[in-house]
């Protein structure tokens, strides 16, 4: 007997070479991660902005603009924590196999929620950036005042204050925002994605 193809319409569907060709990229996903207000956001802003003026496509995902929207029911218990990364992965796959770059800023405290990602997205498209910046100069600018209230208890499981946070083991990149300006943090992303660049 033979097995019924269930999804008949990926047999027709434009390739991800297709896509690539049309916009003449390939497709990856930069994944920052580290604590809140370590800079990750900041920087993916700065490497939005450089692929745009190089002609470059480029999405960026974080915190605000996914849980205001696909992951708007979630919380941040265990399960619902894994949830979130799994959606978010499942969201840059979308991305990164229509040829876009794509640039994940979230926390993603441990080892386990990073690799969920990568097994997800594809080991050969996904390189982690780990914003290393330190503890007390991320809770001195606690941008959105949320080391604060985590001091305060307001917040519980906050990573960094009452949660652990996992420095990656292996990642491409490691930025200490703390150490260098800006503009040569944004310059050592781009030159991780030109690298990966046909």
């Known amino acids: 007997m033979t097995e019924h193809n269930i999804y008949p319409i990926y047999d027709r569907m434009m390739t991800r070479q297709d896509k690539e060709r049309l916009l003449r990229q390939r497709g990856v996903m930069i994944w920052f991660t580290g604590l809140s207000g370590s800079g990750k956001s900041t920087i993916a802003l700065g490497v939005e902005r450089e692929l745009h003026q190089r002609g470059l496509l480029c999405r960026i995902l974080d915190g605000d603009n996914i849980r205001t929207g696909i992951n708007a029911g979630l919380g941040f218990s265990a399960e619902d924590r894994h949830e979130n990364i799994r959606r978010i992965a499942e969201v840059g796959k979308l991305f990164v196999e ?19 990602a990568r097994d997800i997205i594809g080991a050969e498209d996904f390189l982690e950036v780990f914003v290393s910046t330190p503890l007390e100069v991320c809770e001195r600018r606690d941008v959105k005042g949320l080391y604060a209230r985590a001091r305060r208890g307001e917040v519980k499981d906050f990573t960094g204050i009452s949660a652990p946070f996992e420095a990656p083991e292996h990642p491409a990149l490691c930025i200490d925002t703390s150490q260098q300006p800006l503009e040569t943090s944004v310059q050592q992303v781009l030159e991780l994605i030109i690298s990966q660049q046909p």
């Open 98 to 116: 229509t040829g876009i770059i794509t640039l994940a800023a979230f926390v993603s405290p441990t080892n386990e929620y990073r690799q969920l």
